[in-house]
């Protein structure tokens, strides 16, 4: 699919070239996503009002650089506006970019991705902007909430029908948590290898069941998280997908019986040991804790996006909280696989430790 993207200047933007009817006939989005080419000469003054313009556009804005080193000071607030930008760096140090080697080949894809999944990357870029000043129990909800929206929508529903029907999965063996105290120091292990730790209902509940113990027991002053087997967590259970009653029960579940908001709340307490792959959930929810430290060659992905859907296990706030919403934005709607020297560079971890 080779979507063809819209390129404008700065000065096209200040102009209100993102201010068009975003639905067309049929409620149909007519072009989601435009691209901001930053390597055309701007002055100050143009570059303030083409970040006004986008702050209130409706529509995905992609800034793209092909020079290398730092954006003109001219520009930077119209970057920090954009939903992000790509350039032709390594690992660019600011974090409201992303380094590749073709920024021209990077957009493409993204524009296929947008394109083939637009309700799901629009409601992403919202909810990363809404989100970004909110308290994390209301930024929790407003992810929530949304990705309930996306439940509704054609683009999971395709999903689903790809996947296929499937049985919910057996119950675990073994006890699906592990819960281990040591004095002051409580150390948890997701413990379902034969399902790559998957963050289905029974880990789910195990996990927030330990993480309860050190809410109320104040003498516990450290926790680890870690995961048994070669992956520490592979993501939400793809079997159990779709299968909650209704809704506003899935809501609550999300988010008064899900992880996320008590590994916030125990942040400065918790360290989480993550290897092998960190999917969807399984970097969602370590994304909260104080510190994280991986393994060597740990991959991290959030993939949600192509399912029609957007993270939703905390992904949209605590993965942007520690590298910007602007690189949270570019991985999730990707769905690219983030190696651990990148992880590193970008904050999603603390450490890389080889004796994990």
Known sequence: MDTVLPVITPQNLADGAADALLLGEGAVVEVPMLVVDLDAIVDAAIAARAAERAMCTDRLLVGVRRTPGPVPVAV??????????????????????????????????????????????MVLGQVLRLSEELSVPAAIDVESLAYSTLLGTPGFRHWLQQRGPRPLPPRAPQDPVLVRRDVDRLRITLNRPERRNAYGAEVRDGLVGALRLAIVDDTITSIVLDGSGPVFCAGGDLDEFGTTPDLATAHLIRTRAGAARLVSQLADRMEVRVHGSCVGAGIEVPAFAGRIVAAPGTVFRLPEVSMGLIPGAGGTVGVPRRIGRWRAFWLCATGAALDADTALAWGLVDEISPGL
Do not use: K, Y
């Not at 790509?86 to 394109?115: K, N, Q, S, T, Y």
């Open 76 to 121: 930077a607030d119209l970057v920090a506006a954009l939903d992000t930008t790509i350039v032709a760096d390594g690992v660019p140090a600011d974090r409201r970019m992303v380094g590749v080697a073709d920024p021209d080949a990077a957009v493409a894809e993204l524009g296929d991705v947008v394109g083939a999944n637009v309700h799901a990357a």
